[in-house]
């Protein structure tokens, strides 16, 4: 990622919280680096360096800020448009790949040799994949310091690290402090209650049309799965290590976000996952800009700034949405996912709820689970289905080519090769693999042009609403159609 001096500096001299995640301040002078927000007194230009990531900071030998906690800063937007290797490799060392797999794990998932995939990240964002790895895990220690209280061992574990030694020397290195010392910091704040219970912010660029994201997911809300109540997002998650909750409450500034996990190991992944889904790496102001400088669309960027893209917590369960959801209402939908659920055979052993009474169903008090999986899918009669053969059959074909890998649908999946292999199976057409390359795969490009709600909210803001007509006048939206998408359907 390439900076130029200046205008880095001046986003460092104005405070500018649009910046924050883009790039990070280096300050020679005192050893620390720091987002550009930072509230300190601006430094001197020679003792000024900018990096493109945490990690290129922390290799340099500086130390985070303890005002502006750098570490803590909202995603960089550029892997949502960024669809290569570089984009690729990020999203995927944020949901833990390189903690469970190491970094072969993560060039077997891309395609390159790991000497290669190094040389690339290494160029773009200063560090390679270890140190990218190693700055992840030691935020996600700093947060089970600050909001439980476990025991440093069992967080030194938790975090990802292959011992306790290398744990205490990463955070004295990052943090110029020792874990113990980082705990003393949290004063009498009080952790959450509940074994595996968290509590932290997730941070975002303002603005966030937060009612839109929840309206949103609360008309296609699952029961069992996920609810909306009084401004909280509830949801269960099938992570990789156990089955976990979330509560996320948007905010000013931040989204507060109670999580409650199984396995400590799946914070991060956890974590990439709710940011993932509520969109909270956009760089909105780019995006309300380009879709502003359309006159038909000006009054209602206007109107509501901060429009996400809601996305997915599971590729598969967006897979088997989208299916269910081709040509039928979100009404419809729901109702026919609700009935799959409600087939299948509970095995999940919730480590979350040990008090539960033996034999008491999850959702008999409430407590949410996360999506069928695809051998779960799988292993239902046809009965539980309520659907066409043919559509039954769909949902069946994608479930095979999950299971035996001949179909990706992870985050951190090359899109076009995604894309092409969904058109390939039977039952999946356009829409719907266009449909799961906007929400799944987080596609800020995708225009939905052959959906009726797209059209229709494009005749009520006097734009071409025919599907040839409409896909010429949107190459001016790039490249934010899917934000464009969502705004027609709401205009719908």
Same mark, same amino acid.
């Given at each position: ?34 987002r ?10 020679q ?64 395609g ?37 209280d ?35 910091a ?21 603005p ?41 409450? $948007?905010?000013? &500034? ?5 999580? +409650?996990?199984a396995? =400590? *190991?799946? /914070? !991060?992944? #956890? @974590? ?21 400088a ?86 239902? $009669?046809?009965? &539980? ?5 043919? +559509?039954?059959?769909? =949902? *069946?074909? /994608? !479930?095979? #080519? @999950? ?50 709600a797209?059209r ?26 899917s ?10």
């Amino acid at each position: 990622m390439e900076m130029d001096f200046e205008r880095c500096y001046r986003a460092v001299d104005s405070r500018d919280q649009r910046f924050d995640g883009w790039f990070y301040t280096g300050v020679t002078s005192t050893g620390i680096y720091c987002r550009p927000s930072c509230p300190a007194i601006t430094p001197k230009r020679q003792n000024v360096r900018f990096f493109p990531s945490a990690a290129a900071a922390q290799g340099a030998g500086l130390r985070a800020c303890r005002r502006c906690r750098p570490d803590a800063a909202p995603g960089s937007p550029l892997w949502d448009v960024r669809a290569d290797v570089v984009g690729r490799a990020m999203r995927l060392i944020a949901d833990g790949v390189v903690d469970r797999d190491g970094v072969p794990g993560l060039a077997s998932r891309l395609g390159y040799t790991e000497r290669h995939l190094h040389r690339m990240l290494s160029a773009e964002m200063g560090a390679g994949p270890l140190a990218l790895a190693r700055a992840q895990r030691a935020q996600t220690a700093r947060i089970l310091i600050e909001t439980t209280d476990l025991a440093m061992a069992e967080i030194a574990f938790a975090a990802g690290f292959g011992s306790v030694r290398q744990f205490n020397d990463t955070l004295r290195e990052v943090y110029a402090s020792a874990p113990s010392d980082l705990r003393t910091a949290r004063g009498r704040q009080q952790a959450p209650a509940g074994a595996g219970t968290i509590a932290l912010r997730l941070a975002y660029r303002p603005p966030l049309h937060a009612r839109a994201l929840l309206d949103f997911l609360a008309v296609r809300a699952l029961p069992g799965v996920e609810a909306v109540r009084d401004g909280t997002y509830h949801r269960g998650l099938r992570l990789p290590h156990g089955i976990g909750r979330v509560a996320l409450t $948007p905010a000013d &500034g931040h989204v507060a976000a109670t999580l +409650r996990l199984a396995d =400590l *190991r799946d /914070l !991060a992944p #956890a @974590v990439a996952r709710c940011r993932r889904l509520l969109d909270l790496d956009a760089d909105p102001a780019a995006i309300d800009a380009t879709l502003a400088a359309d006159p038909a669309l000006a009054p209602v960027v206007t109107a509501e700034p901060g429009i996400r893209v809601p996305r997915a917590v599971d590729g598969f369960e967006q897979a088997v949405r989208a299916i269910i959801g081709q040509q039928v209402s979100v009404t419809s939908a729901r109702t026919t996912l609700t009935r799959l659920l409600s087939h299948r055979v509970d095995h999940e052993v919730d480590e979350v709820d040990e008090d539960r009474h033996p034999g008491q169903p999850h959702d008999q008090r409430g407590e949410l689970r996360g999506f069928l999986s695809a051998e779960e899918l799988l292993g239902l $009669p046809d009965s &539980g289905f309520g659907m066409p053969v043919g +559509r039954r059959e769909a =949902l *069946r074909g /994608l !479930a095979r #080519a @999950v299971v035996d890998g001949s179909v990706d649908l992870a985050a951190g999946v090359d899109r076009e090769e995604a894309v092409r292999r969904l058109l390939a199976l039977p039952g999946i057409g356009p829409w719907t693999a266009n449909y799961l390359a906007m929400r799944a795969f987080g596609d800020p490009d995708v225009l939905l042009s052959s959906d009726l709600a797209v059209r229709r909210g494009a005749a009520a803001l006097g734009l071409p609403d025919t599907q040839p007509t409409l896909d010429r006048y949107a190459e001016r939206w790039r490249p934010w159609r899917s934000y464009a998408t969502i705004r027609l359907w709401r205009a719908a």
